[in-house]
């Protein structure tokens, strides 16, 4: 099927850069990726995906599409320490200070540390014929043909050595969120694409655990979106058998202290206890480290007029979501399928065809991410009445599902990419939302409104 050219390039080797390359690899003689960092054999995190050493956790459709690409992917994971689990009835999610009522559903996580996933997928894709990943090799420049029409390679640095030329039919940047292409398209006078960017001003402060089995009655994970007053999240993620991961963070500067009496107040202040027992009471396997995210921010490659050929952008170098939604690999997965299916269908305007399904995937996760953060009053942009609407409407649906465990799962499945949004609206659901909400306790055991408000 190798049908649409000899060589390809991504550039960047992480989650997004990796998948590009699995799905180009059905279409061209040889992929190759450029990495700037070294890339040990090992599962540590490294320079260039500093979010590494943070809380991920992959969402049920991101897994799918990842273990299509790569057949018992999963089991490797889980092999090498990483748990399964059901995102229904093993995690609890709190939203709008209420938790949900879980229960046993078909959304099945994979828990691992990130560098642990990325370095799962790097190895079964480094051990496909035609695929070379070369690290330690930064692009510092594309190369032009046809009068600048079309991108022909890069010029790329390894080491030392002097910058050299690497010849491509195609061409994939998949650099991260610091992309470099709106600067090197620009430099071959190509307008920029329009940037849709949401402040938020958010801080992530992180550390680890020990972890028993006995832990938080044995659930693998609990998820706390932020909501008024302080508007904190936080998440406790199990990364093995022995090991927990804590991330919590605020906007606009309201983040977590890194140090011990300073994070541990700012954990009791989110709705649910549950993170400040592990933090007072379990032994920390780590230092504080910190991550600061200053806007959701999209890069509208799609409304383009002119692009040029031979040349895509990937992954957040596209659009970067606040992390708290932990959308960004799914989203990677996603769009990496679409390039497999666009390359199915030919050559003919590719980068149109790409962006455009690209936009559309990333429509429902930009959706949710923003209009989420749209709840909180500081967060600038525009509030249609339909934002308003969902917004509401999902409020009503966490007080209801505080008691029915068939709307979690149903709010789950959007919240993992795997049913549309609309799946919400559906009368079945409307109804049990309405029901849920007519006779409803004024406050739920174990939840609590935080005292600060910030
Ligand atoms: C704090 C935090 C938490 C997150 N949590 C989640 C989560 O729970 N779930 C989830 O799905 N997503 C999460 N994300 C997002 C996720 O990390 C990214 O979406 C994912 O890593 C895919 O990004 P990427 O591969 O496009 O870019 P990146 O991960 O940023 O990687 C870019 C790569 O390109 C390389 N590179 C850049 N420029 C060059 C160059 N010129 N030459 C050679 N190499 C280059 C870099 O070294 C790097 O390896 C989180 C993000 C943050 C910040």
Redesign the pocket.
Known sequence: MKTFGEHAVV?????????AARALINHFHSVTV????RLADTDRP???????R??????AR?RVVIEDFFPGWTDEVVASGGLLGDIGGDVDWVGHNVRLKSGPSDLIGLLAP?PAL?THVRRRLAAMPGVTLIDG????GLLVADGGQRICGVR?QAGGELPRAIKADLVV????????SPAWLKALDYELPSEDRIEIGAG?T?RSYRRKPTDLGGRLAVVIAGSAPNWRNG?ILAQSEDRWIV?VGGYFGDHAPDNDEGFADYVGTLPVPDIYQIVMTAEPLSEFMT?R?AANLRRRYEKLTRFPEGYLV?????C??N??????????AQEARALDECLQRGNRDLARRFFRAAGAIVDIPWNIAVGNDLRHPKVEGERPAMVRFINWYIGKLHLAARHDPHLTTAFLHVANLMAQPPSLLKPSIVARVMKGNLFRPSIDAGVRVPSRAF
């Open positions: 550039i960047g080797a992480s989650m997004a850069g990796l998948l450029l990495e700037r960092d490294r320079k260039g995906v500093p979010q590494g943070h809380a991920h956790g992959l969402l991101g990130r990325e090799c930064s692009v510092d790329a940047d998949a650099g991260g969120r610091g992309s470099t992530y992180t998440v991330s991550y995210y990937f992954g957040d170098a596209f970067s979501f992390p708290v939604y932990g959308q960004g690999m799914t989203v990677a």
